[in-house]
C-alpha cells in the first residue's frame, strides 16, 4: 500500500469508499461497471473511524481537489534543502561529457527533467514517479519546479521524441569514441521488465524477472564497454524473446561512429542455433556461455569433469576456476571450441546449499510422519524426495548425487581456437555488463515499467540508461576511496542549505572528509557550494537565470615565471628607481671631531674610589627609623 499521511488530520471517507474491517484499509471500486466480484479494488488510505480516514498517495493522485482543498499548499519555502547529491550528479554528468550531450540533443530543459528523474532513481531505487513530488521537495534539482506523477506520466509519454533519443545515442557514442574508447569487446545483456500495463503493443506475454509467466514483456538490450563497464548505447526489443538482428544492428551502429567491434561477449540469453548462425556468418568474433542442455556442455562434462575436478594442472585462475578447451559440437554439427570449467569455490558453496535443503525437507517429512500428518514434498525438492506406497519419504539418491556433482561446472564456447585460461579471461570481462543491469534492477528500481504507451515504455528505458552511466560513473569513483555506493548515496543529504533571510538561502552545511574525497574525483571543491547556492538562490528569487546547470568557473593561478616578477604598472603607488651610489645614511655624514680614546682596564678587580673607603660601615642594631621614635602620649 502506497505511503500513509498519519501525521496529517483526519479527512472524511469519500462517497464510494469502502471500509476493509479486517485491517482498516479503505479502497474504491476502480471499475464500477463490473460486478463487485470481478472489479479491482484500490486503496486509497486507512480508516480511523467509520466516518474518517488518514489518506494515501493514492487518494492525493486520485482525488485531486479534494485533497487540496483539505491540505492547502503552504507557499513558504523549504528550511532545508540538500544539495550533496546534486552536486554528485552534476560532476559525474560533467566528467563523463553525459550531461553535456542531453542538453546537445534534448535542449536543457527537457536535460534538466531527464537528470532530475535520473537522479530520484539513484536515490530511491524506484522509479515509481508516484513518490517523486514528496521525496525531491527538500531536493536541490536540475529544474527549477518539483513536479507531481501526472506531469511525469505525460512527460514520459509525450516530451521526448524519438528522433531526438536517437540523436542522444549517436552523440553518445562520439562521446565515448571521444573518452578513448576505440575498439570493444561488447558484451550484450538483455532485461525482460514487467510492462504492467495491457496497451503497450512493445509487450509480449512471457517469463518475467517477478517469476510470472503471463507478464508483459519488453526487452532492454545494454552495450557495454567491457573493459571500463561504461555503457555505450542501449536497444528496446520487442517482447521478452531476444532478437538475433539486434547483434547485427548493434555492431552497424557502433561501428558508424568509428568504434571496432573485436567481438561479443554472450550469456545463456543468447545462446541459440540462429544466433550462432548469425554470428558465423556475419565472421564475428564471440565466446558464449552454453545452455546446460547443449550438446557442448553435457558432452564436455561426460568426458573431462572427472578429469579437470580439483586437478591444479587444469587451473586457469587463482579463484580456484579449472577449466580445459576441446572441439566439441554446440548444437548438432556445429563444431566449435569449448571450454569446460570448474568454478571450486562456488561449486562447493552450491553443492552444500542443495543438500542442506534437501535434508531439511526430508526431517520435516519424517516429523509429518511421526505426527500421523500429511507428507507434502515441497516443488523444488520432488525431484529428490518421493513417498513411498506405506506413507515414508524416500529421498532419490542416484539424482542427489548428480546434481551435487555437477555444481559449479559451465562450459563457454568460443568462435576461435583458445585455450581455456584465454576464453576465461575474455568472459570475465563480461562481469561489468552483469553489474549494469544488477543496477538496473536493484539499484534503479526498472525491474517494472508501469507505463501505458510504446513512447513512454522507450523513453523511460532511455532515462534508465541514463542513470545507468551515472551511478557507474559514481560506482567507479567510491571503488577508489574505498567506500561502499549506498552508504555515500545517502550521506550526501547531509551537506544542506538553510532558508537564512527573506529570499536568501544559505550553506548551512560543507562536505565532510569522505564526501571532499569523492566529489574530487569529479572536480567539486567546498568552496564551490558558495557557487551553488547563488545559482539557487537566483532560480528561485528572481526571474533571470540560466536553464543551463553550470560547473563553478574557478580561477587557475597562473605558474610564476623564472627571474624577477615584472613592475604592475597599473599600481598608483610605485616605488622610485634607485639611483646610483650609496644610499644616504650614517656613512655618509660628516666626521666630527674625535676625542682621545679612554685607557683600557687592566686586568684585575678595579680599585675602590675614594668615595667608596670614605663610606662608613653600618652598625649593630636596628637603623633608625619611625620604630625607633618615642610614642605619643
Known sequence: MAKIFRNLKEIEIPKGAYINKTDGRVFIYTTPSASR???????????????????????????PHEWQTYYPEDDTPEFVVSCGLYALMLGAGYHSGLYQTLVTSYGAKIANHIMDFAMYSIKERSNVALSFESVMKAEMCFSRHIFSDDWWSHFFSSELTEQASYQFRKAWL?????????????????????????????????????????????????????????????????????????????????????????????????????VIELLDEKKYDYVMMLKSNTSGYTGMYSKYADTIRWN?????????????????????????????????????????TLIKKVYKAYRTALMKLNENKEIVIPNDVQQYLSVSNDGKPIILKDKWQSDVNEKGYYAIASSKPLSAEEIYNIYYLRDASEKQFMFLKTQLGFNALRVHSDEAAKNKLMIA???????????????????????????M???????????????????????????????????????????????????????????????????????????????????????????????????????????KRGRGRPRKTQQETEAVKRGPGRPKGSKNKPKVT
Not at 322 to 333: D, L, Q, Y
Not at 469 to 487: F, G, T
Request: proline share 6%; aromatic share 10%; hydrophobic share 35%.
Open 37 to 63: 466480484r470481478k472489479s479491482a479494488r484500490k486503496v486509497i488510505g486507512r480508516a480511523a473511524s467509520m466516518k474518517t480516514m488518514y489518506p494515501n498517495e493514492s487518494f492525493k493522485a486520485l482525488f
Open 174 to 274: 562520439h562521446k565515448c569514441k571521444k573518452n578513448g574508447i576505440d575498439s570493444v569487446w561488447l558484451s550484450l545483456d538483455g532485461s525482460n521488465v514487467d510492462c504492467a500495463s495491457e496497451n503497450v503493443r512493445l509487450a509480449d506475454k512471457g517469463k518475467g524477472k517477478s517469476g510470472r509467466t503471463d507478464s508483459n514483456l519488453v526487452g532492454f538490450l545494454y552495450a557495454v564497454d567491457a573493459q571500463t563497464g561504461m555503457p555505450v548505447t542501449y536497444f528496446v526489443n520487442p517482447g521478452g524473446v531476444v532478437d538475433s538482428k539486434t547483434i547485427t544492428q548493434a555492431v552497424e551502429f557502433i561501428s558508424g561512429e568509428g568504434i571496432s567491434v573485436k567481438g561479443f561477449i554472450l550469456d545463456r540469453g543468447f545462446c541459440y542455433l540462429n
Open 312 to 352: 591444479v594442472d587444469y587451473l586457469v585462475s587463482e579463484n580456484s576456476v579449472f577449466g580445459i578447451s576441446k572441439e566439441e559440437n554446440v548444437f548438432a554439427n556445429t563444431p566449435k571450441t569449448v571450454a569446460l570449467f570448474l568454478d571450486g569455490a562456488n561449486g562447493s558453496e552450491r553443492a552444500s
Open 465 to 491: 540508461f541514463v542513470a545507468g552511466v551515472l551511478r557507474n560513473e559514481i560506482q567507479r569513483a567510491c571503488k577508489a576511496e574505498d567506500e561502499p555506493v549506498n552508504s555515500m548515496l545517502s550521506s
Open 493 to 599: 543529504d547531509r551537506i544542506q542549505f538553510y532558508y537564512a533571510s527573506e529570499h536568501t538561502y544559505a550553506v548551512s552545511r560543507f562536505p565532510s572528509m569522505k564526501q571532499k574525497d569523492l566529489l574530487s574525483h569529479f572536480n567539486i571543491e567546498p568552496a564551490d557550494f558558495l557557487e551553488f547556492v547563488k545559482y539557487y538562490n537566483a532560480r528561485a528569487f528572481t526571474a533571470v537565470y540560466s536553464e543551463t546547470c553550470a560547473m563553478p568557473e574557478r580561477k587557475q593561478a597562473e605558474p610564476r615565471r623564472r627571474g624577477r616578477p615584472p613592475k604592475n604598472n597599473s599600481d598608483p603607488i610605485q616605488k622610485e628607481p634607485r639611483k646610483r651610489g650609496r644610499k644616504p645614511g650614517s656613512k655618509n655624514k660628516p666626521k666630527e671631531e674625535v676625542t682621545a680614546p679612554l685607557p
